[in-house]
């Protein structure tokens, strides 16, 4: 139980192309999805929180303008990365949690801007 | 001092043997305790949820959690080449699955 699925695993675009990422619960409804960025060699960084049906909550220093979520229904959340760069390369990782559970991690996107 | 303390290793040990990962802390709030294994260009996979103080046994795995020390362990029995991954502790003072603090992860290799 508790399976999150991240589409696509990996992306690579030209820069200043918007890229939209997928992360689906598949065997649970998810009251809270969250957001991470990871960088090689360190550890997950917060970007947002989102709660479905309301606006995400951006971590200190996420640029809510440029990094777009949507939390549309208990299953279903996006993240899209407008007017991409190089510098936004990196892996994203979405999480999901229902009430009182620890979140569960998809496999990632690996985000790479030329 | 960051939040969260995690030496990132590498360590390397022989298939076969006990493997002690370590977490340390500095915010007496926090009151669950994960352990996440994230194999490479892969999300993290849920090991262990503890919740206070304690120890928690699952098959090979153990954890361990002294809150008046701020210290959280994972032990791993007879390590396999396939327990080779980054390991991440993660903690939170509200519920497990809110506010999220992580180690930056222990690498570790287990040679057959």
């Known amino acids: 139980g508790a399976v999150v699925s991240q589409h696509p695993s990996w992306v690579i675009c030209k820069s200043g192309t918007s890229v939209k990422i997928e992360c689906r619960s598949l065997d649970f409804q998810a009251t809270t999805m969250f957001w991470y960025r990871q960088f090689p060699k360190q550890s997950l960084m917060l970007m947002a929180t989102s709660n479905e049906g309301s606006k995400a909550t951006y971590e200190q220093g996420v640029e809510k303008d440029k990094f777009l979520i949507n939390h549309a229904s208990l299953t279903l959340s996006t993240l899209t990365v407008t007017s991409a760069h190089p510098e936004d390369s990196s892996f994203y990782i979405c999480s999901a949690r229902d009430l009182q559970q620890p979140q569960h991690f998809g496999d990632g996107t690996r985000l790479s801007i030329l | 001092q960051k939040e969260v303390e995690q030496d990132p290793g590498p360590l390397s040990v022989p298939e076969g043997a006990i493997v002690s990962l370590n977490c340390t802390y500095s915010?007496?709030?926090?009151?669950?305790f994960m352990w996440y294994r994230q194999y490479s260009r892969k999300g993290p996979e849920l090991l262990m949820y503890t919740y206070s103080s304690g120890n928690k046994e699952d098959g090979r795995f153990t954890a361990q959690v002294d809150k008046s020390s701020k210290y959280i362990s994972l032990f791993i029995r007879d390590s396999q080449p396939s327990d080779s991954a980054t390991y991440l502790c993660?903690?939170?003072?509200?519920?497990?699955?809110?506010?999220?603090?992580f180690g930056k992860g222990t690498t570790l290799s287990v040679s057959s």
């Open positions: 915010n007496s709030a926090f009151q669950y």
């Open positions: 993660a903690m939170s003072a509200k519920q497990a699955g809110t506010a999220l603090i």
